[in-house]
């Protein structure tokens, strides 16, 4: 298991990593266009757009992992250990729910995307859109892992609360 945590981690990170690199390469060329030459490169806008949209979906999957994702636990922090523990099992069990939903309906998105044209480069809105459902798998995978160890750790009574750090 150790070894297919090391290659989803590393193809997650790549991902973020190749985005973020083609992002700032591609934004500060638009820029030095745009301010210094006076003509801004079109096709950019594009390019600018899919990173992003991979950067920030891509950023989401790695949240799920490092369980960084929005809660507010004013609840949690009221509850005691045992409490606490049921609890954010089955917040996660609803957030593994939500990803299944993430991932059925991010692939109908991307399917409905086949016929659209991004405006400048003509390629189909389809690769935008499928950034929803891989990112998805990804979340689901880490979701999946968080509450196989937080059942382990219910059962032999665990006190690491589950994280797969």
């Excluded at 086949?114 to 400048?120: D, L, R, T, V």
């Amino acid at each position: 298991m150790k070894t297919l945590d090391r290659i989803v981690d590393f193809i997650v990170r790549f991902i973020m990593a190749f985005s973020a690199l083609i992002l700032s390469i591609v934004t500060t060329l638009q820029v030095v266009a745009r301010y210094i030459f006076k003509s801004p490169i079109g096709w950019g806008q594009d390019i600018i757009r899919l990173s992003f949209i991979y950067l920030v979906f891509w950023g989401a999957a790695y949240c799920v992992k490092e369980k960084e994702h929005l809660n507010i636990d004013i609840l949690l922090t009221s509850l005691k250990p045992k409490a606490k523990k049921i609890l954010e099992l089955g917040i996660n069990i609803v957030l593994a729910f939500f990803f299944m939903f993430i991932i059925y309906y991010g692939f109908i998105f991307t399917q409905s995307g086949a016929n659209q044209k991004a405006p400048y480069l003509s390629i189909p809105m389809s690769l935008y859109y499928l950034s929803l459902p891989t990112s998805g798998i990804f979340m689901i995978y880490y979701q999946l892992r968080q509450v196989m160890e937080q059942i382990s750790n219910l059962k032999s009574n665990g006190d690491t609360g589950g994280d797969i750090k």
